[in-house]
């Protein structure tokens, strides 16, 4: 039997409000099957409309820390400004690679730096707002922040644009659409041959 050629990794990151989430959906929908999203665990609290299990893994602050513990993340970190801890499942990835999927995380800088000290082979992906005005707009656009919510958004966003140059590619999210064509370039140009993996799941 000829194994698979191994997936692998993409981290996608970018500043909460940039619109990161749409963009890696879409991105997703055109790859088909060849790529998938690696569920995240997080302590923090779901969100009205998300589901355990497809959002995230919503773990108490105990469960966490034993799984951390047991070695079952592949990174995890107190993600900057949030005061919560998230991170990659060994689960999420592991099996996925060595079938031949691709596997997109989306994770902040600092999970980043700690996958590619692992995978140094990883495609990474940096999504940057046209401006740190225009993305002060958008996060005040939607309207349900208080000043202080925004301002720490801000604080955040900051911290992640200053370490952009680190990834090897930057796409700017001007239109979605754009956005998605560029990813998806990228990740062809890096090898992902859609249809060679999708036969072969
Ligand atoms: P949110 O709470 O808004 O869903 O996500 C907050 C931040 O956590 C985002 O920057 C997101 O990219 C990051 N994040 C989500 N999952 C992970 C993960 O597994 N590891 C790390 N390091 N960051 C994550």
Known sequence: MIAAKPGKLVVISGPSGVGKSTV???VLERLGPAIRLSVSATTRPPRPGEHDGVDYYFLTDAEFHRRRQAGEFLECIEVFGRGHWYGTLWSEVRSSLSQGKWVILE?????????LRQ???AVTVFIRPDSVEELERRLRSRGTESEEAVQRRLAVARHELLQADRYEHQVENITVEQAVDEICEILHS?????EGHA???
Do not use: K, N, S
């Open 24 to 26: 890696v959906r879409q």
């Open 107 to 115: 994770i902040d800088v600092d999970g980043a730096g700690e996958v």
């Open 119 to 121: 995978f140094p082979e």
């Open 190 to 194: 890096h090898g992902l041959d859609a």
């Open 199 to 201: 036969a072969a799941c």
